[in-house]
């Protein structure tokens, strides 16, 4: 059933009228699942837009939101939407320069936020953003000593909502019939690549459309249960525990913090779930570890299914004829492995996963497909609010990002970007009319900066960002992040980084996993002093040495790609870190950035040394610097050619 | 971390004139120490200065052969362990001394122990008063969970933990308890910077939220300096330091029984 409104809080309204009795959200606290109604949500809603009202807050501002999943925090989208006034989520975990930018930027007078830690950073910031002046915070612990002005809870801020709303009962009522779908509903604010951080600006109309598509695309219904994991400020998690379940009616559940989302999930049972590579990556990760630690006769059991998984479970999943003699392999898979494996990965109940914001290695994408969960992928960014393109149910294929959702349409630009028209375009960069022109075409398609081309199927196929997709000296293709997210596929290796644009040979900076090559030096009865002894150990570079040897060997089938073997690898001494600017907060790694910081080593890489010494600097979270020193070595691979292959 | 806030309180706990041997080897001779409410305390010393001993004595697990210890103005020769918890005295150890087999959550149910009343049938058979008690109990736990931030673990045997959240299990454990005065014997020996800097933070709030007055055995002097608000220097079973960290610090006695002196 179509829901009627225009905006998120009329939605909300109407969803308390006609299904108010239902369970909108649940959060954990103290060990057990608090429920809250659509009736209640709306109530809760209008109290703290009638605090925030009483206090100063109105149509035209931005209100800062900054916490953990919290079903408080959610009710703020809607509290500062029926005022007419834009939320604007920051990433919980930022460090307090880019907080500052973005609070800056975006002229916030009013932050709500989860707990003592985003209270202490923001009277931090807020001699630098002298606009900031109310801070209201949901966890009391630790509050009671802070007398700092414009600091008050969520708590006292609801009950002067309840005042207000008893002395002007008509106001929130009249509050939410003026919103209007063009209004802007939210400003997101992109990780950025390159440059500094931009403020999306969406409008309800925009967010609306993209939900009303996705729901209607998969049939979601009031039933489906989430579970909201993501950072609030990315536009996949406001778009699929908020806007979705704004139209859809479904219930969000929140974890009980950011430790427990694995027992959490086995909990609820999601029957529908969204997240980027990089989480699928790590449930993977863990289940290979646990896997490796089990009694000799599981493992062979677990690797004999998987093997059996491999060969047909995508194939029954997607309704193509499989052999009499597998289905039965498969069934007795399904009672002794897979069954179980999706219990403990807490998706027995999944109906549709997807994933998307990066692109996901073929075999990370197969391995869940052949446990009978139905992951897809879609493809989209926070300026076309993450709807773009879908893969369907039935037909899949691995290596492309499906079909233009419908209303959505795409040409592919003389240089190869992707160009997309679409009812979920962002109205504007804030404040940033240049942006904005720079990235909407005269005829209305949003520039992606993603090369790609569409199949003979018509579906999408994204092979690389636009500006890093480059050329060896000798002319083969190289895209880096095809071959980075090809070593990523093993366990242990956490990040890669290629660099080979306009040079002779491909060359990588690797990142060792902490947690399973360590699991794994443990077995060899390897000791190690901490993450740099063990990223400098022989027998770790002949770890990884086969792991590149493997994707080489891949990268010899492909005609194409077969020049842009990786030549010579280092493991770098430090973890990427997004306090360090090497990765975004959404984990991308910022190649150009890297190398420039890292140039002895790259330039090592290419003059053919043996090894290199760095010293690189470190920030902590708190913002103290520190320094880490090492001796890289760098390991020298033999090609693969196609024809010994073939041989 | 603002001291001056919290309201320090009249003596809580007083130690008076203690003395304790093992046969002929003198390990406390004639300490006196006092505790005020609401505050941290701090016990150092060089190895074998008799720290563990005092903690010891104040809990009653050591008898001392001469001197009292006055707690909530009730003054005692002898303690009782048993007592000392009831009345609200609650300890960890330096070797943290949990139940491995169990979970989380049952190693912090039975810091709860001595507050359940309900009969041993009722227990039994899950009925009536004990159903309500158990259910209290579990909430003022899960609110422990919840302050440590532990609630990922609630259900991991604490033998698979790594050592610093077993540590911290094991103060949730003593706090399970409601105690007024809470004994940490050497709370951070073994851990790493970061496991460090947690425990301080959850020492200081569990004294700033709960109120708890706090005794510390620690071998770490920046914590020591940091955390506490008075500290006592033991050495070789005497008294040979007693003041603000500032005091401390320029006290000659205990730079040289830190430093050593040349004699």
Known sequence: MEIRGETFPQLLLEHARIRGGRTAMREKYLGIWQSWTWAQVADEVRWLACGLASQGFSRGMNLAIIGDNRPRLYWAFAAAQSLGAVPVPLYQDAITSEMEFVLNDAEIADALVEDQEQVDKLLEIRPRAPRLQRIYYDDTRGMRDYDQAGLMSYDRLRELGRDYDRAHPEFFAQSVASTQAGDVSVMLYTSGTTGKPKGVCHTHASMIAAARGDVGFDGFGENEEVLSYLPMAWVGDHLFSYAQAMVAGFTVNCPESSETVMIDMREIGPTYYFGPPRVFENLLTQVTIRVDDAARIKRAMYHYFMGVARRCGADLLEGRAVSIKDRLLYALGSFLIYAPLRNVLGMSRIRVAYTGGAAISPELYGFYRSLGINLKQLYGQTETAAYVCKQTSGQTKLDVVGRPMPGVEIKIADNGEVLVKTPSMLKEYYKRPDATAESITPDGYFMTGDAGYIDGDGDLKIIDRAKDVGRLADGTLFAPQFIENKLKFFPHIKEAVCFGDKTDRVCAFINIDLQSVGNWAEKQNLSYGGYVDLAGKTEVYALIEHCVSQVNLDLARDPQLAGSQVKRFLILHKELDADDDELTRTRKVRRGFIAEKYAPLVTALYSGQSAQHIKTQVKFEDGRVGYIEATLRIKDMSPVSPARQAA | ?263
């Open chain 2, 1 to 263: 971390m603002s001291a001056s806030k919290r309201r320090i309180g009249d003596v809580i706990l007083k130690v008076e004139n203690i003395s304790l041997a093992f046969g002929g080897v003198k390990a406390l001779t004639d300490v006196s120490l006092d505790v005020r409410q609401h505050e941290i305390r701090a016990i150092i010393g060089p190895n074998g200065a008799g720290k563990s001993s005092m903690l010891n004595v104040i809990n009653g697990v050591y008898q001392p052969t001469a001197g009292s210890v006055t707690f909530k103005g009730v003054k005692r020769h002898q303690v009782r362990p048993h007592e000392a918890a009831t009345q609200g005295i609650a300890r960890t150890f330096q070797n943290i001394a949990l139940f491995k087999g169990m979970s989380v959550l049952d190693n912090l149910m039975t810091g709860r122990t001595l507050k359940m009343k309900a009969g041993f049938l009722s227990q039994c058979l899950y009925f009536g008063p004990a159903l309500k008690e158990e259910l209290e109990h579990r909430r003022k736990v899960e609110e422990i969970i919840d302050f440590l931030q532990i609630e990922s673990i609630r259900k991991t045997p604490v033998g698979r933990l790594p050592y610093g959240l077993q540590k911290r299990v094991e103060l949730g454990r003593a706090l399970a308890a409601e105690p007024e005065v809470l004994l940490l014997d050497e709370p951070m020996a073994g851990m790493n910077v970061e496991e460090k800097q947690d425990m301080c933070r959850f020492i200081l709030d569990v004294n700033d939220e709960f109120g708890t007055t706090i005794v510390l055995i620690e071998h770490d002097m920046g914590v020591v300096m940091d955390l506490s608000d008075r500290v006592v220097v033991l050495d070789y079973g005497r008294k040979i330091g007693d003041g603000t960290p500032a005091e401390i610090r320029g006290n000659q006695a205990v730079i040289d029984a830190y430093l050593g002196v040349k004699h």
